[in-house]
Nanobody
């Protein structure tokens, strides 16, 4: 069992930056593939970025070159640095841990990009 707690969301102007954090429980955090997803109002949940246990990175086309995922296994934390934010990035952002077919989700953190 893994418990995930996200933080770092908020209101930011277009072009601004935010860094999201997700802290996990458990001593085997480093063995999990970690993801960030987002869900805008009235839309399906969308995968944003991935940092696998083996160090492979992946980004969705809509965030490539603007967002950066990183992880610190010693702190059991995964980050999402979001730069050049756009209004269409507005969503609830969720942290996800996946291993051996088991999915664990955080409660989400709201990101609103608006002037």
């Amino acid at each position: 069992q893994v418990q995930l707690v996200e933080s770092g969301g908020g209101l930011v102007q277009p072009g601004g930056s935010l860094r999201l954090s997700c802290v996990g429980s458990g001593s085997d955090f480093s063995f999990y593939d970690m993801y960030w997803y987002r869900q805008a109002a009235g839309q399906e949940r969308e995968r944003v970025a991935r940092f696998s246990a083996g160090g492979i990175l992946w980004y969705g086309d809509s965030v490539k070159d603007r967002f950066t995922i990183s992880r610190d296994n010693a702190k059991r934390t995964v980050y999402l640095q979001m730069n050049s934010l756009k209004p269409e990035d507005t969503a609830v952002y969720y942290c996800n841990a996946f291993r051996h077919g088991n999915n664990y989700w955080g409660q989400g953190t709201q990101v609103t990009v608006s002037s």
